[in-house]
Each structure stands twice: as C-alpha cells, then as structure tokens.
C-alpha cells in the first residue's frame, strides 16, 4: 500500500506565503498522479492542484497564478507553494495520489491545517 505523509501547514497572514510537502511511503509504483486538495468548515473537499508523472499539471481556478505545485518522480514527493494566501484559504489541506490502475484518488494524507488570518 501507499502512505503520505505531510508537513507545512500553519498560521500565516493574508498576503503572506506557505509551502506545503507530501512525501509517499510504500509501494510508491502503485501512485500516478499526485496531488492536493482542501476541505474548509462546512464545505465539501475540493481539488487544489495536481500532478501527472509526466508533470502536467491541473489547477482550480481559485489559485492560479498564486500557488504552484511541483512534484519530483525520484523522491515520490510533491509540494505546494502558497502565495498571496487570503481569508479563503484557510481550511484542511490533503495530499493524494491516484492508484495508477484505477484511476481513484484512493490514498489520502492525514491533512495539515492552513490558517490565514491577521
């Protein structure tokens, strides 16, 4: 099986900048894309941005152009650097990777909290 383990979360301000890492324990061949999602209080969980293997990349429109996800192969980790954080933000972050022959987002991190606020 595959596990992740993530590292990063905090109390930062608005404006200001977090960088959140993934790294997938196990038997890390069973992972394709890699990736992060959050979940605020009392919304549903929602993707943030991904990665393929080959690197192509998917990000929800709320935070294009202020966090970048970078993924690197050999160390099976993949961050996420958070620029310009607003209020909106704030919530439960989630590492995932989607098992490579079901196409499911089926591992999942333990979440790290992500608060913006003055």
């Known amino acids: 099986q595959v596990q992740l383990v993530e590292s990063g979360g905090g109390l930062v301000q608005p404006g200001g900048s977090l960088r959140l890492s993934c790294a997938a324990t196990?038997?890390?061949?069973?992972?394709?894309?890699m990736g992060w999602y959050r979940q605020a209080p009392g919304k549903e969980r929602e993707l943030v941005a991904k990665s393929t293997r080959v690197y192509s990349t998917t990000y929800a429109e709320f935070v294009k152009g202020r966090f970048t996800i970078s993924r690197d192969n050999a160390k099976n980790t993949v961050d996420l650097q958070m620029n310009s954080l607003e209020p909106e933000d704030t919530a439960v972050y989630y590492c995932n990777a989607e098992n490579r022959w079901t196409g499911r987002p089926e591992y999942w991190g333990q979440g790290t909290q992500v608060t913006v606020s003055s």
């Open positions: 196990g038997n890390s061949g069973l992972i394709n894309t």
